[in-house]
């Protein structure tokens, strides 16, 4: 199952399929992230993508402004614990955990999805083939 901000739990109760109207559940979000906002494409959002068990129908749920680095910094929040190896169990992590990525490089990156218009250029420009995008669509249906 997919890990969601703390924040998401409080959202949840009053997230409904929007076909049928059942309450969606977090077993049933098939993915996360950030994307242009549908409501403002000025801005990124929160989304989940969520297939629904009662109709079957998927569709996008989005849950509020959010920037890149703002859901970076959530999921980096997120892995606060480490799984120890012997036992597995998650043990507290003892260091601050910094990055290697450059305040450079992470514009770059910006910059790149800003400029993708659509998913198969991003997948493009982040170096797979026109081949390995068909193969993981085909996976992934």
Known sequence: MLEFPKWFDEQLQFLQCP???KSVKKKNIIAEGIRVSMVDD???AFF???KCP???ITTTLELGDMSLEDFALEILDRSTCDIND???TMAPVTKAVRSKITRKEVDIAKEMI???PDHYDFMMNIGLTPEK???YNKENK
């Open 133 to 135: 995008i068909e193969e």
């Open 19 to 21: 076909n049928c109207k």
């Open 48 to 50: 989940v993508e969520y």
């Open 42 to 44: 000025k801005n990124t």
């Open 54 to 56: 009662n109709c079957d």
């Open 86 to 88: 012997d036992d597995e």
């Open 114 to 116: 800003e400029k993708s």
